[in-house]
């Protein structure tokens, strides 16, 4: 699959009216109430810097966003909580665990998750589409989806989107291959078809109204709709607001499926600090 990396930059002006507001977005008060249920939960059992509750918080609710798009004001659980949690090991010397030591614990958490069902995945669903494939096609497949599985790991999406993204770029290649018997020469013609196509991304952010460039290009205004992207590709999302901290987000768009909704939030900044 494709490595590339694109910057993307987004500049919210706070004197544009807001034309919508992208549905299940988190607000600022949903991260406060997502870093209490992170702290309760880590109590007694590990330490967390502010900084990793705070990441862990964000982690929690761009999983719940990516799962209920509808849902305007989501809330983190006790037990979605105590999931992520379950993913983390003590710190350095058994200390206070930092923001990137959690971020990376619970991105490797879904991938192992989602490594540890995917020959099984593969195989239901070629007897699903009626396709056969042979080692060499099923062997490249899954290397396939294994570097999909990080990258879409590292975009916050949770391990039940991940499996299902995955099995959208399957049901993509037996579709492509137009053959019930594919070996690894069809595969990777199916795969070229495939990731040729263009992938349609709608972008919200909260506040809305954010004036959004693609390498230096304008492309519009958030709500952004079904805005053509190159699949393979992992983008990097630089959101700014007066009044609000700086926020990025990298977001790989996978090939399939061909409608993808990316939804960030953008928590006010600490007025207590000069």
Do not use: C, W
């Not at 590292?154 to 391990?159: D, I, W």
């Not at 709500?223 to 901290?245: C, D, H, N, V, W």
């Amino acid at each position: 699959m494709k490595g590339k990396t694109v910057v993307v930059l987004l500049a919210l002006a706070s004197s544009q009216s807001v034309r919508g507001q992208g549905p299940g977005t988190p607000s600022s008060s949903s991260v406060t109430k997502a870093e209490q249920a992170v702290d309760k939960a880590a109590a007694g059992k590990i330490t967390l810097s502010d900084a990793a509750k705070n990441t862990l918080a964000v982690e929690a609710l761009r999983q719940q966003a990516a799962r209920q798009p509808s849902i305007s004001d989501p809330q983190v659980s006790t037990g979605e909580a105590e999931q992520l949690i379950s993913a983390l090991k003590s710190g350095q010397a058994g200390g206070q665990i930092q923001a990137d030591e959690a971020q990376s614990q619970v991105t490797d958490a879904k991938v192992r998750a989602v490594a540890s069902t995917l020959m099984t995945e593969i195989d239901r669903s070629a007897r699903g589409s009626n396709v056969n494939l042979d080692p060499n096609a099923r062997s490249a497949m899954a290397a396939d989806l294994q570097h999909q599985t990080e990258e879409l790991a590292k975009s916050g999406l949770p391990v039940d989107t991940i499996k299902k993204f995955n099995n959208d770029y399957t049901v993509a290649i037996y579709s492509a291959s137009k053959s019930t018997l594919i070996d690894r020469s069809r595969y990777e013609q199916a795969k070229a078809d495939v990731f040729n196509r263009l992938v349609r991304l709608t972008i919200t952010s909260e506040p809305p109204g954010a004036e959004v460039q693609v390498a230096a290009t304008r492309i519009g205004t958030t709500e952004i709709l079904r805005k053509p992207f190159e699949s393979g590709t992992m983008y990097q999302f630089l959101f700014t607001l007066a009044g609000f901290k700086t926020t990025t987000r990298d977001f790989y768009v996978s090939p399939a499926p061909v409608e993808q909704t990316l939804k960030e939030i953008l928590q006010p900044e600490d007025k207590s600090k000069p």
